[in-house]
């Protein structure tokens, strides 16, 4: 993960609401907050084009039942993000 521990639960460089299917791509974060409900359709590290989602979700077609925090791997950062049909969530930017 880049940055410390307490850069991830600080937010200490901020942080972006999604609540929509549109993908966002000009952001590097480090930790997402998922929203109850919320399904993610896609998910990419460190700029490459692919497609890593059901390495950090086990069932990534099912909703999230509960509040949740996806954190990247060691020195990872996710560069995309795009939501499935509803739902939420915060990146926190690193």
């Not at 307490?6 to 999604?18: E, I, M, N, R, W």
């Not at 907050?33 to 990419?44: C, K, Q, R």
Request: charged share 20%.
């Amino acid at each position: 993960m880049r940055g410390t521990h307490q850069d991830l639960v600080s937010a200490s460089k901020g942080t972006y609401d999604v609540n929509d299917t549109t993908p966002v791509t000009d952001k590097e974060f480090v930790g997402i907050d998922v929203a109850s409900g919320t399904v993610i359709s896609e998910l990419e590290v460190n700029g490459v084009a692919s497609n890593v989602v059901s390495d950090y979700i086990s069932t990534p077609a099912t909703a999230y039942s509960k509040n949740t925090l996806i954190v990247a791997r060691g020195d990872d950062y996710f560069s995309k993000i795009t939501l499935g049909t509803a739902g939420q969530a915060t990146l926190i930017l690193g």
